[in-house]
């Protein structure tokens, strides 16, 4: 009886470990197609040339009575050596400098072989020399082919003087000798011009996005301005016509944006700049964010905009979410744009899983559907083509820069996706591509929290009412059950004058009527204060039904659904669904709690426009304008959080940054929030480098700046420098930083000042400590004064000097800066003096506070927790 079982259960390990193997082979056959290096060309066609080399031989051997044994084993022999390389190849991927080398030798030195011993019958294949020589040559660049032409040259030289047939031929072997060594040295010269004309390209596109990122820079400081201003305005008193144009200067500042994001980001693309993460997301999430985000136009243009997910698509992933948020929103607003009636839909559906190598991969296939103005069969192939439209008149008629879908395309791509249209013109648009991704699901998943009256199901099915009253049971969400319609409406109405404005309502194909798509448009289109998602049961489930189906209904579940779809139809429903509340409600930008911020920019409209927001939700504001001034401020004053641009005079917010953290390690820290204008990934590296908790791109929006705050304020509140890891990103204190990496010593060797009074009492160290501190002071003016005018010789003497008076007063930190100064490099000097210096003249404040802390004022040296 357990014969059977175990057989069943080593079939399956057996198949495993098949799938494992294929898995392996398959991973390693594409990283090593993935590899820049190309030596995998060479190798399969090393291979390709050994067959036809072989079937030449074995022609010859057939048609004629020339000998070519030798040849025949000396091809057999390459063939086994060529296998192997590719073995190794396949194993170990990355480049090898002598495996590239030991290819050489094989290919050239067989080669010379053949044809020593093949002579007549082998003559032809001379040209395989010049094929090795210059392939190495443009594949792997000039070193590589001198290093193939010195291996091939004394090869060939070395059967030409030992073969009888070509010393009976030296005029011609002399002639191919001399070619071999000539077409090279030509090649050589024509791969050097290749390569700096590549470089040439690749700096003048570098210069080009550094262009289009500084570009970017100055329109988003002037932008933050006007859409900060311009929504404090709106939240004033104003008559319909001052409305009407304070939208409309909104609405033109997020178009600007938009087209200055859609620049930058290709530009990204271009240059292979574009970061990708890979995190464990929820897809709900996603949706809504793009949902929301475009919701404002819908509407103000009359159209339904709904979600639609198949019943089978796992909601938790892992991928990069912000790329695919980035594809939907541009997909889905530029439906919005082309679509003057009717609706734009975004549906997901699982297509595949257990795809490629890992076991929880997912295929997943996006589809954004409109009913606009669609897209004529010929300008379907270049629509996807940068700075195209589907035709001239596009641009007049509905603006645009032409690169929205050409930057979909090259993110869909970068994910190893697919992307497609089909459109006919007058007839709307189906956008949609295919994606991968893991399955981040787990047994515990979150259930949305629904009070009484929220939920509500239409079915006359007794089984599946049970299993629906079970279900939501177990999830511990109230649902209320009916079989008519006619009641289905009272009981929404019963739940709007309760207050509920949305509500998820699950009805029964079988309870619709021969027209379900009637009672659904009949429910979504209610004049009614209560909005509802609508999760339709049916005996038919598509992965994605029919266009009207999927823009009724959120989701399609099956007559005896499970568990894990129907849990995954209501966290689909929260998220995603529909609502008649005025989308272009502002949100109040009243704060929770009255914080202390400083405000470090040195840009007055910034100032302003961030006092203001700041004022108007409540918070107490100081302003800075550089980043010496804020230093000052926080010396001064208690702030809970400081807003600080990177990019200022006299001291940058970066160089704030490092000099407050240095100075506040073991005490309690204020969250630094680094403004930039700059929208590049290294702008917010270089933040988070220097120790801020965040960075936030301008302009940004005041209600997102105040969230952003208040989440920050709680995450650190309390917490010192050298703890600040709230996120699990490399954002901690200056100390974290090689090149600020506390040493763990401390400031002051207090045993040395109390050995000194021992030996000469407490007047005598007071002297000492007077002296020094008065002396360091002057030192480090002088210092000052010598990095000023590049002053090498003197800047290594005077920190010479201070090291001496540091190591009499046990200043150990004071002695290790000096001494690396004393010994600094000219080129060092010159780049980093100043940024030196000012280690230095904190470590010397510090001490001087130890010692007054210390020492009473009679000299006499105390221990201090």
């Known amino acids: 009886m357990l014969s059977k079982p175990r057989r069943i259960i080593d079939g399956k390990r057996g198949a495993r470990g098949s799938r494992s193997r294929l898995s392996r082979l398959d991973r390693m056959w594409r990283r090593l197609l993935s590899s820049d290096e190309r030596e995998h060309e060479m190798v399969l066609n090393r291979l390709a040339i050994a067959f036809l080399i072989g079937a030449y031989l ?29 073995a190794h190849l396949v194993y170990h991927p990355k480049r090898l400098e002598w495996r590239r080398v030991v290819a050489m030798l094989c290919d050239l030195g067989g080669l010379s072989y053949g044809i020593y011993v093949g002579g007549e019958a082998t003559a032809a294949l001379y040209p395989i020399y010049l094929w090795v020589i210059l392939g190495n040559g443009f594949r792997f660049g000039v070193k590589s082919l001198r290093i193939a032409m010195a291996i091939g040259v004394p090869c060939f030289a070395v059967a030409l003087l030992n073969s009888p047939y070509w010393t009976a031929n030296d005029g011609i072997a002399i002639g191919l000798l001399l070619g071999m060594i000539a077409l090279p040295l030509y090649a050589s010269k024509l791969i050097r011009n290749l390569s700096e004309a590549k470089k040439a390209a690749e700096q003048a596109s570098e210069a080009k996005s550094q262009f289009l990122a500084a570009v970017s820079h100055e329109f988003r400081t002037p932008l933050h301005g006007i859409i900060g201003m311009t929504d404090m305005l709106q939240r004033t008193t104003l008559d319909d016509e001052q409305k009407d144009m304070a939208a409309t200067v909104r609405n033109s500042a997020n178009a600007l944006l938009t087209l200055i994001n859609e620049v930058l980001d290709f530009s990204r693309i271009e240059a292979g700049q574009m970061p990708s993460t890979a995190s464990d997301f929820e897809l709900y999430d996603v949706l809504a964010r793009v949902r929301s985000t475009v919701a404002v136009q819908a509407e103000a243009k009359g159209l339904r905009f709904a979600v639609h997910v198949s019943a089978r698509t796992p909601l938790r992933l892992r991928g990069d979410a912000r790329h695919l948020a980035d594809i939907l929103t541009n997909l889905a607003g530029n439906a919005v744009k082309f679509t003057n009636a009717g ?27 409109d009913t606009g103005i669609g897209i004529a069969k010929e300008a379907q192939g270049r629509i996807f083509e940068h700075f195209s439209q589907a035709d001239d008149t596009i641009i007049n008629r509905f603006g645009g820069t032409g690169l929205g879908l050409a930057i979909v395309k090259r993110l869909v791509e970068m994910h190893g996706g697919e992307i497609g249209v089909e459109s006919a013109r007058g007839a709307g648009s189906t956008f949609w591509f295919e994606l991968s991704y893991e399955n981040a699901e787990s047994e515990a998943s979150w259930t949305p929290s629904l009070a009484p009256g929220q939920t509500i199901a239409l079915t006359g099915d007794a089984e599946l009412s049970q299993i629906l009253k079970t279900r939501f049971a177990e999830f511990g969400v109230p649902l209320t059950l009916t079989d008519r319609p006619a009641e289905l409406v009272t009981l929404m109405r019963t739940a709007a004058r309760s207050g509920i404005r949305r509500c998820i309502v699950v009805l029964d194909e079988a309870e619709m009527g021969d027209d379900p798509l009637s009672l659904a448009d009949a429910l979504i289109g209610r004049e009614s204060s209560i909005a509802p998602t609508l999760i339709l049961i049916s005996d038919r489930v598509d992965d994605l039904p029919a266009a009207d189906y999927r823009s009724a209904f959120v989701t399609v579940l ?136 965040d960075c936030i791109i301008k302009p940004v929006e005041p209600a997102d700046l105040l969230r952003k705050m208040e989440e920050i304020i709680c995450r650190n509140e309390g917490r010192p420098v050298s703890q600040q890891n709230a996120d699990g990103e490399k954002v901690a204190s200056i100390s974290q930083h090689p090149k600020y990496r506390a040493s763990g010593r401390a400031v002051v060797d207090m045993r040395t000042l109390e050995n000194l009074q021992e030996l000469g009492g407490s007047e005598f160290v007071q002297d000492l400590v007077g002296g020094f501190v ?56 010159v780049l980093h003096g100043f940024e030196r210096l000012r280690e230095l003249q904190l470590e010397v404040a510090q001490v001087r506070d130890v010692l007054n802390a210390r020492m009473d004022p009679s000299g006499r040296v105390h221990e201090r927790d």
């Open 58 to 86: 074995l022609g010859m051997a057939r048609y004629t009575s020339v000998d070519v044994s030798g040849p025949l084993a000396t091809i057999s022999i390459y063939s086994v050596l060529s296998v192997a390389l590719f």
């Open 343 to 369: 609706r734009v839909c975004m549906a997901v559906s699982l297509i595949d899983s257990g795809r490629g190598a890992a076991p929880d991969s997912l295929r997943l296939r996006f589809e954004v559907t």
């Open 558 to 693: 099956p007559r005896r659904p499970s568990e894990e779809e129907l849990r995954r139809a209501l966290q689909m429903s929260a998220a995603t669904g529909t609502s008649n509340l005025d989308c272009s409600e502002t949100v109040p930008l009243t704060a929770a709690r009255r914080r202390s911020v400083l405000v470090a920019d040195d840009n007055l409209t910034n100032q302003k426009v961030i006092a203001k927001v700041l004022e108007k939700a409540g918070h107490d504001v100081e302003i800075a304008e550089n980043g010496e001034l804020a230093l000052d401020a926080l010396g001064r004053n208690s702030f809970d959080i400081v807003l600080m641009d990177l990019n200022m005079p006299v001291m940058s917010g970066i160089e704030a940054m490092k000099l407050y953290a240095f100075s506040s390690l073991g005490q309690k820290a204020v969250p630094v929030v680094g403004l930039t204008a700059d929208a590049t990934p290294a702008a917010r590296e270089r933040c988070l480098e220097a120790g801020m908790v």
């Open 774 to 829: 008065e002396d360091s002071e002057m030192t480090l003016n002088s210092l000052s004064d010598l990095c000023t005018a590049s002053d090498l010789n003197g800047f290594r003497s005077q920190a010479h000097a201070l090291r001496s008076g540091a190591a009499n007063i046990g200043a150990q930190g004071i002695f290790s800066i000096c001494s690396k100064l004393e010994s600094i490099g000219e080129e060092e000097f």
